[in-house]
C-alpha cells in the first residue's frame, strides 16, 4: 500500500506550485478549455492551449508540465499530442494522460493506449475510462461512467503496473493507485457530475501538482485540494449552475482548515 | 392545428427522460459546447462533444440522439455531420438540426439546405434562420435575428411541410410548428438573447427530449421547459452574466409548479 | 501626447454603439470564443465567430468590424483571418489584433508580426507580448505576461509608428499609444488576470468601439468601460470564479457615474 499524504503535505504541496506558478499546457478538448484555464488560474498555476503541430514542440520546450486529454480528438491533434509528449519526455517533464471516452469507440480507444505506453507520469480517468484502457470491459456511457471507482481498483493498479503510471481513477470516491495499491480520497460532491469538465480540470491541476512534486504525491495532492474545493463550493450551491464558479473561488481561498474540513485520505479497503 | 401539451405532458416527458438518462451525440459549435454540455447535464441528460470523422459513425451508434449545430462549420466538421447523421437515419433514430446564422453567409446556407433534406426530426432555429431556410428572405444579423418570431410561422410551417421535420421557431414567443400548424409558447425573458448559445443549448434539450418522445411532443417540452427555466433564472439575475449559471439551476430544481407559473401553450395567432 | 478622452466622451462611445449594435466578427481563440460573445453581448454589440475559409470572407463584406486573435492558432485558421483581414481592408471597415503569446514559440510570433503590417486599427495585447511584437526582448509565460505594462510603453509607441496602428498594452495600468505618446487608464483590478481570456474580451471590445469611433478613440473607451466594469465587477467578488458573470453584468448595466467612480484616464508619465 503506498504511503498517504497528511493534509500538511497537501498544503506544502499547494505552496510550492504557487510559488513556482508552474507553466501548463493543455492540449485538451473544446469543452473543457475555458474551465480548466480558469481552475489552473484559481489553484496558482499558468495555463496555456497550444495545439498546433507547428508550435507544440517550441511550446513544450518552455512548459513545466502538460496535460494531454481526448475528449474532442482528431488526427491533426493526434498528431500534436504525440510531438509534445516526445519533448516533455526527453526533457525529463512530467505528462499527464486523460483517456476521455476510452472505450466508446474503436477510435478513442486505440488513441488512448498508444498514448498509455508514452510514460504518462499520471493517468487521470472515471472507472469505465480506466478499466477500458486496462483492457477490462468497463461500463460508459458516452464519456460518463455508470460504473463506480471502487470497482474499478483492480484495473488501476494493473494498468499503473503495466504503464509506470500513476493511476488516479475518480467517482464518488477518488483512488490513486501505483504497483504497490491504492489509497482513497473521500470528498467532493454529488453535484459535480452535472457539471461539465470538472474531471477535465482536475486532469489539468494534477499535471500542475506534477510539476512540483513526484506522480504519487502530485496526484494525491491534486485529488486532495479538488475534492475539498468542490465539497466547499457545492455547499453555497443550490444546483449544479454556478459549481465552476465556486469550485475556483474555493481553490483560490483554499486553507489547510478547509482541506482538513472537506477530505479524508485513507488506506483504500483491500479489493 | 397541432394538439398542445399540458403542463402534465412536459412534465411526464422530463421524467421519462431523466429516467432514461439519454446520451445525446452534439456536433456542434465551438461557443456552445460548454453551455449545451451544462444544460443537458442540469435537465438530466448525458451529453458528449464528438465531431471526428474518425468516429463519428461509431458514437452515433450508442447515443439516443443527435444534435447538428453548424454555428462554427467548416469542412471537416460537415462531412462528420453527415456521416453522424445517415447513422441516426439507418438506426430510426432521432436528430435536430440547428442553422446557426443561415442566411448569413452563401456556405452557410447551403450546407442547412443539404442537412434539412436529411430528414431531421426537429429542426430549431430563430425567425431569421428559418425564414432562410425555407427560402424566403430572412432578417438576420451574422447569427442574431431582427425578424420576430410571430413573421416566420408561415416559414416555418411551410419547411416543415417540405422537410417532414417538426419546426420550432424561437424568439420572444416560441412556435412549434407542423404541417398542419404552429403552437405557441409563451415563457422566457428578456435578458436570454444577451446570452450567448441559450438557443443552441435548446436545441440540444430538443434532442434530448427527442429520445424519449415523437417530435412535436418532444420539442414543445423542450421549449416548454426552457422557457420556464430562463424565466424563472433572469428573475434572480440583475444582468445577463449570471444567466446560463441560474438557467441551469433552474433546470436540475424544475418542479410542476415552475412550470406552470412561468409558461403558457396557446394555439399560435391565425398568421 | 494624445488627446485624452472624458468620461463623457466614453459614455457616448457606449451610447453610440448601443445604438447602432454593430456586428463583431470574431476569429478567436476557442477559450475565449464564449466570454467574447458574453461580453460583446453584455456590452451591446452583436457578436459571431465564424472562422471557415469557405465562408470569412463573405462574412467579413457584412461585418461592422473584426478581431483576429491568434490564442488557439492553426494554419487553416491563419489563412482565414488572412482573407477575413483583406475583406476588412478593401472594405475600410476596421480590425483589432490581439497577439496571444507572441514571443512564446517562433511560429506564433511570426504569424502575429505578419499580421501587424496588415493595417489593423488597433493592437492589443500584454506587455510581453506588445515588447516581442515590437522586437524588444518581452518577458513572457506562455501566455501571461511577467512584465508591466509600464516597461512596454516605449515598445508600444515605437509598434505604433511603424505599423501605424494603436497599440494598446494592458496589464496593471492600461495604455494608449500612437506614434505621438501615450495615454494611461487606471482602473480594473487585480482579479482579472485570474479569470481566462478576459484580456481577449477586451480586445473584441475593442473592435465594437472601433465600429463606432476612430482607433485611438475606440481603443480608450473599450479600455475605459472595461476597466470600469472590471473593478465595479471585482468589488463583488470574493475570488475569481464570479468574475466573468459579474463583468458582463457591470457592462449591462454601466453608467456614467460607474465610470468616473472606477477609472481615471491621465497623461502617462513620461518614461
Known amino acids: 500500500m503506498p504511503e498517504r499524504l497528511s493534509i500538511a503535505?497537501?498544503?506544502?504541496?499547494?505552496?510550492?506550485?504557487r510559488a513556482r506558478r508552474p507553466l501548463v499546457h493543455n492540449i485538451t478538448n473544446y469543452v473543457a478549455m475555458s474551465v480548466s484555464a480558469n481552475v489552473l488560474l484559481a489553484l496558482g498555476a499558468s495555463p496555456a492551449m497550444v495545439h498546433a503541430v507547428e508550435e507544440v514542440e517550441d511550446f513544450a520546450a518552455i512548459s513545466d508540465a502538460l496535460v494531454i486529454n481526448i475528449g474532442t480528438l482528431s488526427p491533426p491533434w493526434v498528431a500534436a499530442m504525440g510531438k509534445a509528449v516526445e519533448r516533455m519526455r526527453t526533457a525529463g517533464k512530467p505528462w499527464v494522460l486523460d483517456p476521455v471516452g476510452c472505450g466508446a469507440t474503436p477510435y478513442r480507444t486505440q488513441v488512448a493506449a498508444e498514448l498509455a505506453v508514452l510514460s504518462p507520469a499520471i493517468i487521470r480517468g472515471n472507472a469505465a475510462e480506466i478499466m477500458s484502457l486496462a483492457g477490462e470491459s468497463g461500463a460508459g456511457k458516452g464519456v460518463d461512467s455508470v460504473s463506480r471507482a471502487d470497482d474499478a481498483t483492480h484495473?488501476?493498479?494493473?494498468l499503473a503496473a503495466r504503464t509506470g503510471a500513476v493511476v488516479a481513477v475518480t467517482g464518488e470516491v477518488d483512488y490513486v493507485c501505483d504497483g504497490a495499491g491504492c489509497t482513497a480520497i473521500y470528498g467532493g460532491h454529488a453535484l459535480m457530475p452535472l457539471s461539465t469538465a470538472l474531471g477535465c480540470s482536475l486532469s489539468a491541476i494534477t499535471?500542475?501538482?506534477?510539476?512540483?512534486?513526484?506522480?504519487?504525491?502530485?496526484?494525491?495532492?491534486a485529488l486532495t485540494v479538488f475534492a475539498a474545493a468542490g465539497s466547499a463550493a457545492a455547499a453555497r450551491c443550490?444546483?449544479?449552475?454556478?459549481?465552476?464558479?465556486?469550485?475556483?473561488?474555493?481553490?483560490?481561498?483554499?486553507?489547510?482548515?478547509?482541506?482538513?474540513?472537506?477530505?479524508?485520505?485513507?488506506?483504500a479497503p483491500a479489493g
Do not use: K, Y
Request: proline content about 9%; aromatic content about 4%.
Open 9 to 17: 503535505d497537501v498544503w506544502s504541496a499547494l505552496e510550492d506550485l
Open 207 to 221: 499535471a500542475a501538482f506534477a510539476a512540483v512534486r513526484p506522480p504519487r504525491e502530485a496526484a494525491m495532492a
Open 155 to 158: 484495473a488501476a493498479a494493473a
Open 238 to 267: 443550490r444546483g449544479p449552475g454556478h459549481l465552476p464558479a465556486e469550485l475556483c473561488d474555493a481553490l483560490h481561498l483554499m486553507t489547510p482548515a478547509m482541506l482538513a474540513e472537506h477530505v479524508r485520505i485513507a488506506a
